[in-house]
């Protein structure tokens, strides 16, 4: 569960880090790459615990289909939440899709 966790709050630094400069078009290119790179090295201090932490019960594999994932998850809620864009159907059926795939990877074969 730590790693889920861990794995959850680095995806929200991420995210914010990739697409929080979105919503501020008329900020210099410059300034949106400094910030994102400061979110960013806090997202890997939750990043690099979680893997090494998960990979002694998952292997790498599946500790990135996890976070791709969550990834997915966060990007749902940031994405309706904080960029107020619309998520359309077709959004969640491909996201269903690869919601596929995790059982695909997770299933003992």
Do not use: D
Not at 83 to 94: A, F, R
Request: aromatic share 18%; charged share 10%; with cysteine.
């Amino acid at each position: 569960m730590h790693t889920i966790v861990l794995l959850t709050i680095s995806n929200i630094f991420m995210t914010f880090a990739w697409y929080g400069h979105l919503k501020y078009k008329h900020t210099p290119l410059w300034t949106a790459i400094l910030v994102s790179w400061l979110i960013a090295s806090v997202e890997y201090c939750f990043q690099v615990p979680a893997n090494r932490i998960g990979h002694y019960q998952f292997s790498a594999a599946q500790l990135k289909t996890i976070q791709e994932v969550i990834t997915l998850a966060v990007f749902c809620v940031f994405s309706v939440l904080y960029l107020k864009e619309e998520l359309k159907w077709n959004y969640l059926v491909g996201f269903a899709m690869m919601a596929g795939a995790v059982f695909i990877i997770f299933k003992e074969w």
